[in-house]
């Protein structure tokens, strides 16, 4: 479903320069957009596995691979969820048919036997060091974060992000046996329509953003 209505063959983009398909940059990027409203359309297992396939694979800080995803389907966890979301989020998260929370795991060094089997010891390394591993656990999970929003893109999903929420009521509400935090809640989905999106805001010129030295 096409949401946007912007003519994006007037973008001064250099398209020799890509290594995609320009409607494969369309697609993860320059026609996509953050959905508000979302139809009732069921969002499949199979959609949400495919999407975490491609997110594995990006990097991360020492191949930690941090994040963790609640997929919120029923009734009652939707309501509890909710309950911790800023006022204006309550009714996306009520009526999306898919709302995952992603979460960052503070205990990931238990799984670097299997992720790093070449750096020996590392887990041990990181076993008495929380506060490390909490920094370290953030970073990398809001950067797998960004990696899942393209890959649900990719498997032909829509998705809302939104950061109004109480973490630490989240937390103890679905986390408190396992000890992840929560970091973003992302409604998944198929837009309700054009209204489902805000206009699109503007976005900064690469002149205003690198430097070089």
């Known amino acids: 479903m096409t949401i ?36 009732d359309e069921p969002v499949a297992d199979e959609q949400v596995q495919a999407a975490y396939d491609l997110l594995r694979w990006g990097p991360t800080a020492m191949n930690a691979s941090p994040l963790r995803l609640l997929l919120v389907r029923s009734e009652d966890a939707r309501e509890r969820l909710a309950g911790h979301m800023s006022e204006g989020n309550r009714d996306r998260v009520l009526a ?13 060094h238990e799984h670097l036997g299997t992720l790093v089997p070449h750096l020996p010891g590392a887990r041990d390394r990181f076993a008495g060091d929380p506060q490390a591993r909490a920094g370290m656990a953030r970073t990398s999970a809001l950067i797998q974060i960004g990696y899942l929003i393209v890959a649900l893109r990719a498997v032909g999903l829509h998705v809302g992000p939104m950061g109004g929420m109480d973490t630490a009521g989240i937390d103890a509400e679905f986390f408190a046996e396992n000890g992840w935090t929560a970091l973003l809640v ?7 329509g054009p209204d489902a999106v805000r206009p699109r805001a503007p976005r900064l010129e690469y002149s205003d953003v690198a430097t070089e030295v």
């Open 4 to 39: 946007d209505t912007q003519d994006l063959t007037t973008l001064d983009v250099d398209a020799s320069v890509l290594a995609v398909d320009g409607t494969v940059a369309d697609l993860l990027f320059r026609s996509a957009r953050s959905v508000n409203t979302f139809t």
């Open 96 to 108: 999306a048919p898919l709302t995952i929370v992603a979460a960052a795991d503070t205990d990931f």
């Open 186 to 192: 992302l409604n998944v989905g198929q837009p309700s």
